[in-house]
C-alpha cells in the first residue's frame, strides 16, 4: 500500500479525507460549525480558524485539542466573574476573622442603625425649625405686594425675598437628607442581615470539615 495512501477505511463515514504522513500516520482535524454540526477534514477552513478543534490520529483517536478563542465579552465576563469571587473570599475572611458569633454582628448593626436614627431625627428637628422660620417670613411677606393687593402696599424687599427662597431650599434640601437616611437604614439593615446569614453558613461548613 503506497505510504502516502490515505487510512480513512474505517472513518470514510466520518470525514471526506485527511493527510497521510511520511511516517504512515493520517492526521484530521474535527471541528463544530455555526449550526452545531461537526466536520472532519485535513485543514481548518478560515472562517473557523478560532473555534475549539480536535486533532486525530488515522485511527479517529484525539491526540490534541484547541481550545476555541474567546471574544473580548467572554474574557471580560471571566475577569469580572473572578473579580467577583476574590472579593466574596476577602469578605468571607473578614466575617471569620472579625466576629467570634452572631450576636457581634447585631451588636455592630444596632450601633449603626442608633447612629442614622439619631442622624434622621436631628435631621426631622431642623426640618421644623426651617418651617416655622418660613412660615414667619411669609407672613411678613403678606404685607408687601404682590401678596398684598391693597393700592398702597410696597414692593416687597430684596432681602425677605432671598430668605423665603434659601429657606426653602434648605427644607427641601434637609428633607432629601431625610430620605436618603431612610434609605441608608434599609441598605444597613440589608447587608448585616446578608452578613449574618453568611457568617452562619460559613461557621456551618467549618464545623462539618
Avoid at 3 to 30: I, M, S
Avoid at 50 to 59: D, F, G, K, V
Avoid at 64 to 70: C, I, S, T, V
Avoid at 120 to 147: C, D, H, K, N
Wanted: net charge negative; charged share 25%.
Amino acid at each position: 500500500m503506497p505510504l502516502r495512501r490515505c487510512l480513512f477505511a474505517g472513518l470514510a463515514v466520518l470525514w471526506a479525507g485527511g493527510v497521510c504522513l511520511a511516517d504512515g500516520k493520517v492526521e484530521a482535524y474535527k471541528w463544530v460549525d455555526e449550526h452545531g454540526e461537526v466536520h472532519y477534514g485535513d485543514s481548518i477552513p478560515p472562517q473557523y480558524a478560532q473555534q475549539a478543534t480536535t486533532m486525530l490520529n488515522s485511527q479517529g483517536v484525539a491526540i490534541g485539542h484547541k481550545d476555541a478563542l474567546k471574544s473580548a465579552a467572554q474574557l471580560a465576563a471571566e475577569a469580572a466573574a473572578k473579580a467577583a469571587a476574590d472579593k466574596q473570599k476577602q469578605h468571607d475572611n473578614f466575617l471569620l476573622a472579625t466576629y467570634t458569633s452572631v450576636k457581634d454582628i447585631e451588636q455592630l448593626r444596632d450601633e449603626r442603625l442608633d447612629q442614622i436614627h439619631g442622624q434622621r431625627i436631628a435631621a426631622e428637628a431642623y426640618v421644623q425649625t426651617l418651617s416655622e422660620r418660613l412660615g414667619q417670613l411669609q407672613a411678613r411677606a403678606q404685607e408687601f405686594r404682590p401678596y398684598n393687593t391693597r393700592p398702597d402696599a410696597r414692593k416687597m424687599p430684596d432681602d425677605l425675598a432671598e430668605q423665603m427662597v434659601h429657606t426653602m431650599n434648605d427644607i427641601k434640601t434637609e428633607k432629601a437628607a431625610m430620605l436618603a437616611g431612610e434609605q441608608e437604614e434599609a441598605s444597613v439593615r440589608d447587608a448585616f442581615q446578608s452578613d449574618i446569614d453568611r457568617f452562619q453558613q460559613l461557621r456551618t461548613l467549618r464545623d462539618t470539615q
